[in-house]
């Protein structure tokens, strides 16, 4: 009698409104607390970057005193480390990496993660050149720069490049033992390819910020839709098989 009491007790707070969403919250805090950090904070703050720079065409007013900060530690020999540092940010330097990345999760048989990858790359491309033509801010013109640049400033392509890489790099290897590593080594990456860019005079600091902010957003959304790695292998060698096989919602198309 008492446990009949007992599931009709359970199954009245499961009827109940507050009950279920206080349990769906519970279930469901670590993706919303990704959601926020992740996603909103840094639209955020890409959002009032670009409002900022849109209203006023100078930009904000430590952009230029940052640069001339940069700039009076130019020495021969940094020019040449940073024009070579610079390149690993281009997008057609980071096009083979990441379809190297893309080879092995193809051969591994980790399909959701492939489509991860490919999704955020070209996101990321596509989001940049839009964003760039929509904005038609000026690079600075504060020095004569050894790298030329052609296209619009805002967001820096190179940031955006850098810090897509390295979150998709983070996110692939979030359930392994070596996602602190990734994370740590990839920001420093994604720190010094930005130093490139102020130190050769291209971009303003904004132009960086922003760059990062949208990247960062881009990569950890696509992530929470598209969920690569769904399920953690048991053993080192067992591969995650559940990444060839799609999830009821999916199906139903």
Excluded: C
Aim: hydrophobic content about 50%.
């Amino acid at each position: 009698m008492e446990k009949l009491e007992n599931v009709k007790g359970d199954r009245s707070q499961q009827k109940s409104p507050l009950s279920f969403i206080k349990k769906l919250l519970i279930a469901r805090w670590r993706s919303l607390l990704t959601l926020f950090i992740g996603v909103y904070l840094p639209l955020q703050v890409f959002g009032l970057l670009a409002l900022e720079v849109w209203q006023h065409e100078g930009g904000f007013p430590w952009d230029v005193p940052i640069l001339i900060a940069i700039h009076k530690t130019a020495q021969p020999q940094l020019d040449v480390f940073a024009l070579s540092l610079t390149k690993f940010g281009s997008f057609w330097t980071a096009i083979p990496i990441f379809a190297a990345i893309a080879l092995v999760l193809l051969l591994l048989k980790r399909w959701r993660s492939l489509a991860y990858v490919l999704t955020t790359a070209l996101g990321s491309a596509f989001i940049n050149r839009t964003v760039k033509e929509f904005m038609h801010r000026v690079r600075p013109d504060l020095w004569e720069s050894s790298a030329h640049e052609l296209s619009y400033a805002f967001p820096s392509g190179h940031a955006m490049t850098s810090m897509t890489l390295i979150a998709v790099l983070v996110v692939l290897a979030w359930n392994s033992y070596s996602r602190w590593l990734v994370l740590i080594f990839g920001s420093l990456f994604v720190v010094a390819i930005g130093w490139t860019r102020l130190y050769l005079g291209v971009h303003f600091p904004s132009d960086i910020l922003a760059g990062w902010m949208v990247a960062l957003a881009w990569a950890i959304g696509v992530s929470l839709i598209i969920k690569p790695h769904l399920t953690k292998a048991s053993d080192v060698n067992e591969q995650p098989v559940e990444e060839t096989s799609l999830l009821p919602e999916e199906t139903q198309l």
